[in-house]
């Protein structure tokens, strides 16, 4: 399948929001990959993460990632932060259509997700020197994955959708 529109990036840079208003704009299924996640195991994420550990979250990442990749019906995916990090969803991925990668700065993640209990990865730390951490160790993998990177800070939803149905 390569007609998907693929939205990847880092916590809180708007994935879930954008995926659901692209989807119905171009009229196309909207999958969320932790959100299969959830309704596959029953329990949110945290819990996942509590009791599988993030090994056992990835695991099911992958399973769910491969799963979508052999569908045929055309869908805007919305992945979690960390989808990236398994070369296999990597390549997955860049096959099921057009991956665009949300890029937004630590501060922009920190005015949008300061206050959020659903994500395990940001528990009992120093939110910004975490954040700051994770987009180190990630960036280039997003830019490696995505056919084309569009930037969100200080742009409302509307505008970052403008932006990307311009381009596709
Ligand atoms: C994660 C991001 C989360 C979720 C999990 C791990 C990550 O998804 O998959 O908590 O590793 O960045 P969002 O990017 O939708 O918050």
Do not use: C
């Amino acid at each position: 399948m390569t007609g998907s529109i693929i939205l990847i990036g880092p916590m809180g840079s708007g994935k879930s929001t954008i995926g659901r208003l692209l989807a119905t704009r171009l009229h196309l299924p909207y999958v969320d990959s932790d959100a299969l996640i959830v309704s596959h195991t029953g329990v949110d994420i945290p819990t996942i993460f509590e009791i599988e550990g993030e090994s056992g979250f990835r695991e099911r990442e992958r399973k769910v990632i491969a799963d979508l990749a052999t569908q045929s019906e055309a869908i805007v995916l919305a992945t979690g932060g960390g989808a990236i990090l398994d070369p296999a969803n990597r390549r997955h991925l860049r096959r099921m259509g057009k991956v665009i990668y949300l890029d937004v700065s630590v501060d922009e993640q920190l005015k949008r997700i300061r206050h959020d209990r659903n994500r395990p990865l940001l528990q009992n730390t120093d939110l910004d020197s975490r954040l700051q951490t994770l987009a180190e160790q990630r960036h280039t993998l997003y830019q490696e994955t995505a056919h084309w990177r569009v930037l969100g800070d200080g742009l409302r939803s509307d505008q970052v959708l403008r932006r990307i149905l311009r381009h596709l």
